[in-house]
């Protein structure tokens, strides 16, 4: 573990959660109630909880693990905005849709799949819910990008199928607040997609700049910013310059391997005017990076911050997500997943001088 | 500048994604000699060469190895295979332009011209009303006079053009074709309406898995793109498919059967070209179903697009904007030309039901539409004055509305949706959920295409036709205002006159088959154990 002195921050490691028997892929913290789910390639998906006791040290304990019934690995993860949903994106090209039933007591029972999505042709690479938890968009090897409409009764109305990509699409990302969806592909671009209320989704614009796959994106908390994470060893943030319109005005080096995971939330940094919150990134270089981004004025560039670094955060082997957890009061808990199957959940700590 | 339909094959968009890699060659060369080898112990390694002319030899590398090596058999890849497996039709494009292209056709001209008087094949050439409109909108379009075309001017003018310079015998559109499509559909329905009544009635629902008891809601079988797409991934839809052939092959069992037997002519002595406004008609075409083996012939024989004919077009220096004479004069070529069937330009399948349900109804019915997010799903209802609805049907075109019905047809009527994992999935909810379901009249017919606006807007057809006009800076296939301007063209020819009875009944009388089958294609693509 290597601790540059001049950071102002330390990762502390908060909790190491086994018991994936394969390679864990993602993970998501539910925005509503203290629970975190991972998937991996062994099929399934396992529940924790979190909890602070009185001294504010957390811990982390197992909930249940849900065996899903998808016949390849479960890539990726996203819970509904309400908290109640979990959508399962997996290499056997379905989606899952999760929810908990309620036992004969109405007490939270077993988690049941209430339905599926099927459509993609391979497999399926990413997940994700409209800010308002309306849409559902997932997408896919088979290069297109699909949103789906949630009616009630867990059943789903197919909006869109769009075949923009020209290869492999590797994530998808809603917008905070609008109706905006990007994704990213192994086509070195990313796309964005609206809604034509006369007609169907379409494309509004391509980002072109990175000079390999685009792994991963995350919008800016405000909206005003999207980053993206690449094959390129290189995070780029892109800022939002017109209804559409975007143009990469900062570019984030430093990484040795591919970018495989980007992730932005709100921090718990110093809250004056021009913070945009803490991003955090990692990948096949197996370190995980955590930032903090300015900005002085919407014509000026960016001004970044290393707060701080953390090496072999799952020893030697590949990251594959890391994310922030979206609750009020936890926004410096962030959780990262490896191939080494193990779940870790870090805490961005003030370094105390 | 705009190019012609043919020449952009990259933007050929059937919305049926091409599948990753062709299975097909993989299939081939599991020879049992050379599994042997591969279990010995110690076995030879073997290489593969290639030589000048291209053929593969396995050469063996170890004890005893020969310079020769043995010659392996190359693998192919047939239109036929194509179709059986449908992964991608939209990017084999070498394929479908050397076996069934424009070129072939002018080839066969050519070569038929040649042989001696006896040996001569009929050449025979029928247009989907679809092109005719395209054809029509594009040169109207680029006409320097504001007058529009029609397609029926556009008929006679391709047809001196078909028959003088390129030698076909005849020239037919396809609407007398699917004015018997159109019959055989409405009797298909109600033969299996009355089925599911009886079904019905019976109590007994659904039971058999294998489909033998799931008739409705009948699904329209005239597009070529949603039926590859049903047997490639929804084989559970195959039993809710009309089984009635498509205008163009009942045009096929018209021109080699009747009109051959009217000729004295056997059906390999015909030579049979469609024109369509879709790509994947060629794939309809070279259907195992649609082959006589007897005399070792296709019912039609090629089919080529609008673009493609376009381009025979350009290429003799014809130009469809000067009128022939008597262009708008009736003429009868042994079939009735451009009959109008009101509805959709798709072909009105739906209208046919609704329009003879109204007609044989005891009660008169009111037809009520409703119009869901865009003019490409809709839903048709119709009911006795203030009363119960007696029947409901749906029209929905593109790949997305598509998805949202084989979803619906999938829970509505039980059966599993898809071929994949969710089979496994879906737990006690799901099962829950499927019992509140059922309320209401349920949709007993849908008109599916799966292009977006329907077959107006096939693949095949003319680009627009006038730049930045169209609303968008970049003219592509697909453009939605262009679109629009093609349907009201289509609308612009109609024959009302009542249709011989006599003719009809002669036809009837011959028992030409107009029904044909599906068959599931089960993928035998094993995933690979892909990392990323």
Known sequence: MVIDEDFTYSLQSVAELGGHEDRAWHAAWNPKKPILASCSADKSVRLYTYHEDGEGKLSVSFLTSIPTGHTKTVRALAWSPSGTTLATASFDSNIGIWEQELDDDGEPGEWECSGTLEGHETECKSVAYSSNGNLLASCSRDKTVWVWEVVPDSEFECMGVMMEHTQDVKCVSWHPKEEILASGSYDDTIKLYVDDPQDDWYCVNTLTGHESTVWSLAWSPNGNYLASGSDDRTVRIWRRVGQYEFKCVLTLEGHDRTVYSVTWGIGKGKQEDGYLGWIASAGGDGVIRVWELKEHSTSEPLSHKMLTRFTDAHSVHDINTVVWCPRAGYEDLLVSTGDDGVVRVWRVTPVSV | ?532
């Open chain 2, 1 to 532: 500048m705009t190019f012609s339909g043919a020449l952009v094959l990259t933007d050929l968009n059937d919305f049926i994604t091409p599948s990753q890699a062709c299975i097909k060659p993989v299939e081939e060369i599991n020879k049992p000699e050379v599994a042997r080898k591969e279990i010995e112990p110690g076995a030879a390694a073997s290489e593969i060469m290639i030589d000048g002319s291209g053929g593969y030899y396995e050469v063996s590398q170890g004890v005893g190895a020969s310079g020769g090596g043995k010659r392996l058999e190359q693998a192919q890849i047939s239109l036929n295979d194509c179709l059986a497996c449908s992964g991608c039709i939209t990017s084999a494009e070498s394929v479908l332009i050397t076996l069934q292209s424009h070129e072939e056709v002018l080839n066969f001209l050519e070569s038929n011209s040649k042989e001696e008087e006896g040996k001569r094949k009929i050449p025979v050439i029928s247009i989907a009303p679809q092109v005719l409109a395209s054809l029509a909108a594009s040169i109207s379009a680029s006409a320097s006079s504001s007058t529009t075309i029609t397609p029926q001017q556009t008929l006679r003018r391709l047809r001196v053009f078909l028959k003088q310079n390129l030698g076909f015998a005849h020239v037919f559109d396809t609407t007398f074709a699917r004015e018997l499509a159109l019959r055989e559909h409405v009797k298909e329905f109600l033969e299996r309406r009355e089925k599911a009544r009886r079904q019905a009635e019976s109590g007994k629902e659904n039971q058999e898995p294998d489909g033998k008891n799931q008739y409705l809601p009948m699904l329209a079988s005239a597009c070529p793109g949603w039926i590859c797409y049903a047997e490639k991934t929804h084989g559970e839809m195959l039993p809710f498919i009309a089984n009635t052939k498509s205008p163009q092959q009942v045009m096929g069992t018209l021109v080699k059967e009747w009109m051959g037997t009217k000729w004295g002519k056997r059906p390999d002595e015909i030579y049979h070209v469609c024109v369509m406004p879709c790509y994947d008609k060629k794939l309809e075409a070279s259907r195992s179903d649609f082959y006589n083996e007897i005399y070792a012939t296709r019912d039609v024989d090629c089919v080529v697009t609008t673009g493609e004919l376009d381009v025979v077009l350009r290429d003799k220096g014809w130009d469809l904007s000067i009128p022939v004479d008597g262009e708008m004069d009736i003429q009868h070529e042994l079939l009735p030309e451009l009959i109008g069937h009101p509805g959709t330009s798709s072909g009105s399948y739906l209208h046919a039901i609704i329009n003879h349900l109204k007609k044989t109804s005891e009660k008169p019915l009111e037809l009520s539409v409703k119009q869901i997010r865009n003019a490409d799903y809709e839903e048709y209802e119709l009911r006795e004055e203030s009363g119960p609805v007696v029947f409901k049907g749906a029209k929905c075109y593109g790949f997305r509305n598509l998805q949202n019905v084989v979803r619906k047809v999938g829970r509505e009527s039980g059966v599993r949706v898809g071929m994949g994992a969710a089979g496994k999935l879906g737990g006690r909810m799901v099962r829950k959920k499927d019992k509140e379901e059922g309320q209401g009249h349920k949709i007993e017919y849908i008109e599916v295409m799966a292009c977006p606006g329907g077959c107006v807007n096939g693949g095949g057809q003319m680009k627009a036709v006038g730049g930045g006009e169209w609303g968008e800076a970049e003219v592509r296939w697909g453009n939605r205002e262009w679109t629009k301007r093609v349907e009201t063209v289509y609308w612009l020819s109609g024959n009302d006159e009542q249709l011989d009875p006599e003719l009809l009944r002669e036809i009837d009388g011959t028992g030409l088959g107009l029904r044909t089958s599906y068959r599931a294609v089960e993928s035998n693509v094993v995933g690979l154990a892909v990392k990323w």
